[in-house]
């Protein structure tokens, strides 16, 4: 059976940086876990970041940059907290192989998760093309990326592939 890893905030655990949990686990998310297909990650937390911890933003790029090490992750006071974040990233991408995962659902916008967009670095709300530095380490190794709001496209993506 095919396995899913999934951003721990999807399915109701408050692990987000403001310590609340951004969904409930509810519908494809409840058939997956039902199915025994989850695996489950906080990579911030993963990385060694608290609940709750101050917010933080990719401050001159996307996550592939902060991989390259020509970006940074940094939190309003000008903290830098890329390590963390890219301890967060080698964890979930050991977790995913340990399962044999080649699919995960992941918490958009985040600088961590974001598969798609991030916010720009400013704390100004301004958001941006680009992916969380998890996100990008996950792809580098082939797996593919959907956020919250592609569930419909993954389950499709699943029931494709042979288990």
Not at 22 to 35: K, N, S, T, V
Not at 147 to 163: G, V
């Amino acid at each position: 059976m095919r396995k899913v890893l999934v951003s721990a905030c999807l399915m109701g655990e408050a692990v987000r940086y403001d310590g609340r949990a951004a969904g409930d686990g509810g519908g494809l998310l409840a058939d997956w876990q039902r199915e025994g297909r989850l695996v489950t990650i906080c990579p911030e937390l993963r990385g060694g970041l608290a609940v709750p911890r101050p917010p933080a933003e990719i401050e001159g790029g996307s996550g592939s940059d902060v991989l390259d090490g020509t970006a940074r992750i940094v939190t309003p006071d000008g903290s830098d907290v890329t390590t963390f974040f890219l301890q967060g990233a080698s964890a979930a991408l050991r977790l995913a192989q340990e399962h044999g995962v080649k699919i995960a659902v992941l918490k958009q916008r985040s600088p961590s998760c974001g598969g798609r967009e991030i916010y720009d670095g400013s704390f100004q709300g301004r958001r941006i093309a680009g992916e969380g530095v998890t996100a990008a380490l996950l792809r580098r190794h082939g797996i593919l990326v959907f956020d919250e709001s592609q569930l419909t496209e993954a389950e499709s993506w699943l029931r494709c592939q042979p288990d």
